[in-house]
């Protein structure tokens, strides 16, 4: 059975870069971005439209308003929500018995469970994810601390209630990881070096 990594992170965390290092210093493949432009591929859907479902905003096709009182089963676009999960559980376990290698988020812990994957959780204190959300954001996407705090933890309940949605579980529960990793106060290049010599022994 192939070595596999799964990676869930909070936003900001430092989670991708990582996944990316430690793939790198195993030698092994990395999927991220790559899930969602597989999944494009097989359904001729628009890459916006499929990051819009897998980052589980709200669709505007969607009345919110409605909330749980609509049967969900009678909603064309949860049907179409609900095929784009089902190919990327299909894509994932695809690259999964392809070789070895890191997946980050796209709920693969839960999709490849029974693959054994060496389950992370990537997470830090607000102050590390805010500078390093800041230093990635372009020049267009600069925000005030009070409005980059906001961003941040709108995209962690997005993941929360994506994996919630399709697992049954609760995102960031340590009960569902092999190991929860705080990069805070540690250096990516540091972590990635000591996580690559456990997958090494996995």
């Known amino acids: 059975m192939n070595r596999i990594i799964t990676i869930g992170r909070q936003f900001g965390s430092g989670g991708r870069e990582l996944g990316l290092r430690l793939a790198q210093n195993l ?5 991220d971005r790559e899930v969602i432009t597989e999944i494009v591929k097989r359904t001729q859907l628009s890459e916006a439209y499929v990051q ?33 999960y089902r190919e990327q559980t299909n894509v994932i376990v695809e690259m999964a018995e392809k070789s070895d290698c ?25 102050e590390h994810r805010l500078r390093r959300t800041r230093k990635h954001a372009t ?10 705090q906001k961003k941040i933890l709108d995209m962690d309940r997005n993941r929360a209630q994506y ?40």
């Not at 030698?27 to 999927?31: P, Q, S, T």
């Open 163 to 202: 994996y919630r949605l399709y697992t049954g579980k609760e995102w960031g529960e340590k009960e569902n990881y092999d190991l929860c990793l705080n990069t805070s106060q540690v250096e990516l290049v540091t972590l990635a070096d000591w996580v690559a010599q456990l997958a090494k022994d996995w």
């Open 27 to 31: 030698g092994v493949a990395y999927y």
């Open 52 to 84: 819009q479902v897998v980052e589980h905003r709200p669709n505007p096709l969607y009345p919110i308003t409605i909330g749980q009182s609509f049967p969900l089963l009678l909603d064309p676009t949860w049907e179409m929500n609900r095929s784009i």
């Open 139 to 148: 020049s267009e996407e600069q925000l005030n601390d009070k409005q980059l």
């Open 102 to 126: 890191v997946i980050v988020g796209r709920c693969a812990d839960d999709i490849l469970k029974e693959h054994h994957p060496l389950r992370l959780f990537v997470y830090a204190e607000m």
